[in-house]
């Protein structure tokens, strides 16, 4: 498996992970990801917006297996969104979460001081990676959240720029 940035051309089969993935659990419901109105062209979406991208890992054959995406979420408190991190069936269970999450949060370092996502608690293999990243669990959304249907919330305090400065 390799990591790769979102191409025109993966803007079908990521939309269909992310719908057949929402469908397995119940969740093709409104306030989630599944009607986001850019769901079907996340190449565009991402590629539009300052310090946002989307990353799709790809099999041997090159064929889309899942993806994440970093977009901002508040730019005056320098908080990005964790966004749409989905695999296939046959993708998951392997540790390629973690690989996506890796590629996202570094990029996120890069330009931010704190990630936010959103999920829901029934989602317990996902609630239980972030809390293994370092997310904390909040007690109600940040405000400017999209999806009315998430009922768990997560931040994340992120490497400071000067911190990443000084590692270097």
């Not at 390799?2 to 990521?14: G, H, P």
């Not at 992970?17 to 419901?29: D, F, P, Y």
């Not at 977009?71 to 690989?99: D, V």
Request: with cysteine.
């Amino acid at each position: 498996m390799r990591i790769r940035e979102i191409e025109i051309r993966d803007n079908t089969r990521i939309k269909e992970i992310i719908q057949e993935s929402l469908e397995s659990v119940g969740l093709n419901i409104e306030g989630t990801a599944y009607y986001d109105p850019h769901l079907g062209e996340l190449y565009h979406f991402y590629h539009r917006h300052p310090h946002s991208m989307y990353w799709v890992i790809v099999d041997k054959e090159n064929r889309v297996q899942g993806g994440v995406g970093i977009a901002e979420f508040n730019a005056a408190k320098r908080i990005c969104e964790l966004q749409k991190l989905y695999l296939s069936s046959e993708a998951q269970g392997k540790g390629y979460s973690r690989l996506l999450m890796d590629k996202a949060l570094h990029f996120a370092e890069k330009h931010y001081d704190y990630c936010y996502l959103e999920t829901r608690h029934e989602l317990v293999a996902a609630s239980a990676l972030y809390v293994k990243y370092g997310f904390m669990l909040l007690t109600e959304p940040i405000e400017g959240s999209e999806h009315s249907a998430m009922d768990a919330w997560y931040l994340k305090k992120l490497k400071s720029h000067y911190q990443n400065k000084l590692t270097r």
